[in-house]
């Protein structure tokens, strides 16, 4: 079992920057593929980013290339995710998922195994 747990979220104007953390516990998050995911009120959950266990290789939304950077510390057990240049349509509650299934780093939620409570983002126009 992996416990996932994400903090870092708030409330933040548009342009603002907000760096996200997902603390695990329980195993090594080095054997899995670590991804952040984001609901919106009203919305499915969405694949955000993505970041293979190597941290060499990652995937990114087309809606937050060049704003949002994923990494991870597998020393520390820890995935982050920088967010700059905020927009208020960021604004949602952002998971923390890790996964040893999925094939492709763009792989969607049903192909992960373990999931954090989620942490409130809302960007203010």
């Known amino acids: 079992q992996v416990q996932l747990v994400e903090s870092g979220g708030g409330l933040v104007q548009a342009g603002g920057s907000l760096r996200l953390s997902c603390a695990a516990s329980?195993?090594?998050?080095?054997?899995?593929?670590m991804g952040w995911f984001r609901q919106a009120p009203g919305k499915e959950r969405e694949l955000v980013t993505a970041i293979n266990r190597s941290g060499v290789n990652t995937y990114y939304a087309d809606s937050v290339k060049g704003r949002f950077t994923i990494s991870r510390d597998n020393a520390r057990n820890t995935v982050y995710l920088q967010m700059n240049s905020l927009k208020p349509e960021d604004t949602a509650v952002y998971y923390c998922?890790?996964?040893?299934?999925?094939?492709?780093?763009?792989?969607?939620?049903?192909?992960?195994?373990?999931w954090g409570q989620g942490t409130q983002v809302t960007v203010s126009s």
């Open positions: 998922g890790a996964s040893s299934r999925v094939t492709t780093l763009a792989g969607q939620m049903g192909e992960y195994d373990y």
């Open positions: 329980g195993r090594t998050i080095s054997s899995y593929i």
